[in-house]
């Protein structure tokens, strides 16, 4: 399994089908319901399954673990309790669930690790700042960090529990996502993934294959470009991006293999490794 990512809507409400892979970033409220309209637990539950179970991809876990910028708005309380010094560093340094049969020494390593991967990953998004309605236009998003398999999706806003597909401000996203992967190879596994006939018009892309290299200090790079037509209403939008991975994975005390072989993060699948970041707001004017 993989460590950043996701929990997702499904795409069927939006285009028909109920047995999809996720797409947007799948927002939770301090109650712990989703913001989807569709029922987010048996959604979830067949999704994680399908993938598990047909495709042997790794799950998302939940990402909502980063910086309390993205928490702006929160209480102060909440806000401080879902940081990344709070959910991830502290159980680490307190030797605790999934860290509690870790010598000092591994996970004071495994901390270094992680603060390095926080430290060294970024998002940075690109995209014109004017357009005229309904206008073409192209937004480049950038990533570096994490291993193995990492998430990127366009949304509206960089408040974390708040963001939702970018079309739901009257984008339209034309034709498939372009991916690269930190080979510097174009990758369309994902959207070779959507069953035949569906649209490949997909606000998410995940990038495969990314190896990140603790020794060197150097972690993978990934690009992913989609072509966009601005909305029809004039006026003036936000847009940014998700970029969800995970932080331990690549560090050599970082990881643990089940019995039946799959090689996991320490933390575990509901861990706390798994980050989300966003890229930077562009304000677009659309006239």
């Given at each position: 399994?993989?460590?950043?990512?996701?929990?997702?809507?499904a795409?069927?409400?939006?285009?028909?089908?109920?047995?999809?892979?996720?797409?947007?970033?799948?927002?939770r409220?301090?109650?712990?319901?989703?913001?989807?309209?569709?029922?987010?637990?048996?959604?979830?539950?067949?999704?994680?399954?399908?993938?598990r179970?047909?495709?042997?991809?790794?799950?998302?876990?939940?990402?909502?673990r980063?910086?309390?910028?993205?928490?702006?708005?929160?209480?102060?309380?909440?806000?401080?309790?879902?940081?990344?010094?709070?959910?991830?560093?502290?159980?680490?340094?307190?030797?605790?669930?999934?860290?509690?049969?870790m010598?000092?020494?591994?996970?004071?390593?495994?901390l270094?690790?992680?603060?390095?991967?926080d430290?060294?990953?970024?998002?940075?998004?690109?995209?014109?700042?004017?357009?005229?309605?309904?206008?073409?236009?192209?937004?480049?998003?950038?990533?570096k960090?994490g291993?193995?398999?990492?998430?990127?999706f366009?949304v509206?806003?960089?408040?974390?529990?708040?963001?939702?597909?970018?079309?739901?401000?009257?984008?339209?996203?034309?034709?498939?996502?372009k991916?690269?992967?930190?080979?510097?190879?174009?990758?369309?596994?994902?959207?070779?993934?959507?069953?035949?006939?569906?649209?490949?018009?997909l606000?998410?892309?995940?990038?495969?294959?990314?190896?990140?290299?603790?020794?060197?200090?150097?972690?993978?790079?990934?690009?992913?470009?989609?072509?966009?037509?601005?909305?029809?209403?004039p006026?003036?939008?936000?847009?940014t991006?998700?970029?969800?991975?995970?932080?331990?994975?690549?560090?050599?005390v970082?990881?643990?293999?089940?019995?039946?072989?799959?090689?996991?993060?320490?933390?575990?699948?509901?861990?706390p490794?798994?980050?989300?970041?966003?890229?930077?707001?562009?304000?677009?004017?659309?006239?």
């Open positions: 399994m993989f460590e950043g990512g996701v929990t997702a809507c795409r069927g409400r939006e285009i028909g089908d109920v047995a999809e892979r996720p797409s947007v970033v799948g927002v409220r301090r109650d712990g319901k989703s913001d989807c309209t569709q029922n987010e637990d048996a959604q979830k539950s067949s999704h994680r399954a399908f993938l179970d047909r495709l042997k991809w790794p799950v998302f876990q939940d990402p909502r980063y910086n309390k910028e993205q928490l702006r708005g929160e209480p102060e309380a909440f806000a401080a309790s879902q940081v990344k010094e709070t959910k991830h560093y502290k159980a680490i340094e307190d030797g605790v669930g999934p860290y509690a049969q010598s000092p020494a591994d996970r004071q390593k495994l270094a690790d992680v603060k390095l991967m430290e060294l990953a970024g998002i940075t998004l690109s995209a014109p700042t004017s357009l005229k309605p309904g206008q073409e236009a192209q937004i480049t998003v950038n990533v960090g291993e193995g398999v990492v998430g990127v366009l509206d806003t960089d408040l974390r529990f708040q963001a939702r597909p970018l079309q739901g401000e009257g984008w339209v996203i034309v034709g498939a996502p991916v690269w992967g930190g080979d510097g190879k174009e990758q369309t596994k994902w959207v070779d993934s959507r069953a035949p006939g569906l649209h490949k018009n606000n998410s892309a995940i990038i495969f294959d990314q190896k990140s290299d603790i020794a060197s200090k150097k972690v993978a790079e990934g690009k992913v470009v989609w072509t966009v037509k601005a909305p029809q209403e006026g003036t939008y936000s847009i991006a998700a970029f969800h991975f995970g932080a331990e994975k690549w560090s050599p970082g990881t643990v293999t089940t019995p039946t072989g799959q090689v996991m993060a320490r933390g575990g699948p509901g861990g490794s798994a980050r989300i970041l966003f890229a930077k707001p562009v304000s677009v004017a659309v006239r």
